[in-house]
């Protein structure tokens, strides 16, 4: 089925300055984010910042990555 | 005190400044981009902001290209040595400051890597100059927006139109013209910009900015911790973070902003008006005495930072700076750690005495500095 994902997603973007670029662009879409520093860093390539969002998470991703922000990954928050 | 020195570091600072790095002090104390705790987002949040009025300000579309550095000459080492690290060749100007000229002598210790290009008052001419020295294996365009000595500016606009004409990257040095003469990065066609915001941006001392349009992604000068991608023991690629190791100087970058924004609302124009007025009065007093020494056409508006070099006679220029001090005005003499510029004016062995206002100046102290002048002028000959 196609449509968006309407859970609670964490987007991993790194960086801090990804994080509050990206927390900018996504609310300019009229989409909500805030920032979370990144719970288990060894999962991916070491510490960093994700945007919690919690609506139009295929939108936020491709906004993010259209706009030059790095995603590393998105995972659900559980 | 009459502080005349503001080329080296402007003084007084906005109270609107001081008050931004007090409050970092007492509320954005924690390591920004470290941690998940509300001071630490709060003074990154801080940080971010600060980028992005500074993009704003000089036409960065993104504010991720906004690098705080320790200093201007941190600043353009960070690109010279970036950029040059493994082969190419830079072109120059021969008005360079020490920033520029000492990691190019440094890279060209087995074989010289840079090409010199002397100064003319003619845009087109030294246009053409640069063109012509231009080579092959050139790669990058390194030039002051404006000298620190003499205040004489290049066209950058028309440089940077040729720099990428010939495939060169362009580097500005814009420690004394952030601030004070406009600058677009993009209209301007410039990919990295050097600031040194404790000038022309008045903010504190042990700052500067390095803009990049990143069109080539260059290494650092440092490597660290940058609080992300902690697992590998490369640096991250993505800016700032490549170029941006260890803990920021987060007081520091709160009074860059509100500098930034001290600048905006009085008028980046019309605090450069004021500056140049002031040095085109000092400059008619002066030249209408036979003893004072002036090495460049009188400032004009759009072709010179505010900074006026000028000598008594022979006299050494630190002897002058001495008796000014003792008149209560600060200025600096010697070489201004610019012997090249020194060299192409003629004034090597005396070095000159620099008058650079600021803002805060006033036409009272330019009165009282064209007396003091004359006075000194008086006495030295007897």
Request: aromatic share 6%.
């Amino acid at each position: 089925m196609g449509g968006e994902r309407m859970s609670n997603y964490y987007i991993h973007v790194g960086s801090i300055t990804n994080a509050m670029r990206g927390k900018q662009l996504l609310e300019t879409e009229g989409i909500r984010a805030y920032l979370h520093r990144t719970s288990h860093p060894t999962d991916g390539d070491g510490c960093g910042y994700s945007l919690l969002v919690s609506d139009r998470v295929d939108k936020a991703v491709n906004t993010l990555k259209k706009r030059g922000v790095r995603v590393i990954r998105v995972t659900d928050a559980m | 005190m009459v502080y005349w020195d503001n080329a080296a570091t402007t003084w007084k600072k906005p109270m609107t400044v001081r008050q931004a790095v007090c409050q970092a002090l007492s509320l954005y104390s924690a390591n920004p981009g470290r941690a998940g705790h509300k001071m630490s987002l709060e003074a990154a949040e801080q940080v971010y902001l600060c980028r992005q009025a500074v993009a704003d300000f000089f036409g960065l579309p993104d504010p991720s290209g906004v690098v705080f550095t320790l200093n201007c000459t941190a600043a353009l080492n960070t690109v010279i040595r970036g950029v040059l690290d493994k082969s190419g060749r830079a072109v120059t100007s021969d008005l360079e400051h020490n920033a520029v000229m000492r990691p190019l002598a440094a890279l060209s210790d087995h074989a010289n890597r840079y090409d010199v290009v002397e100064w003319c008052a003619d845009e087109d001419a030294l246009v053409e100059r640069f063109r012509r020295a231009i080579r092959p294996d050139t790669r990058l365009m390194i030039c002051t927006h404006a000298s620190n000595v003499f205040g004489v500016a290049l066209p950058i606009r028309k440089l940077g139109e040729l720099a990428h004409r010939y495939g060169l990257l362009l580097c500005v040095d814009a420690a004394q013209t952030a601030g004070v003469l406009p600058i677009d990065m993009e209209q301007d066609h410039i990919d990295y910009l050097c600031v040194a915001p404790h000038k022309g941006l008045y903010a504190p001392m042990g700052t500067g900015i390095l803009l990049c349009r990143e069109s080539e992604k260059i290494p650092p000068l440092v490597r660290g911790g940058t609080g992300s991608q902690s697992l590998s023991l490369l640096q991250p690629e993505e800016l700032p973070d490549r170029l941006e190791s260890g803990t920021p100087n987060v007081s520091g970058i709160c009074g860059v902003r509100a500098g930034v924004e001290f600048v905006s609302k009085l008028g980046r124009d019309r605090i450069y008006r004021h500056e140049i007025e002031l040095l085109q009065y000092v400059y008619d007093r002066l030249k209408q005495n036979p003893d004072m020494r002036l090495y460049t056409p009188r400032p004009q508006i759009g072709y010179a930072a505010p900074v006026l070099s000028v000598n008594i006679r022979d006299v050494p220029s630190e002897e002058v700076a001495a008796a000014l001090n003792e008149r209560h005005i600060a200025v600096r003499a010697g070489l201004h750690c610019a012997p090249a510029a020194h060299r192409r004016f003629g004034t090597i062995e005396q070095g000159t005495v620099r008058l650079a206002p600021s803002a805060f100046s006033s036409r009272g102290e330019a009165e009282y500095i064209c007396k003091v002048f004359s006075q000194i002028a008086e006495k030295s000959l007897h």
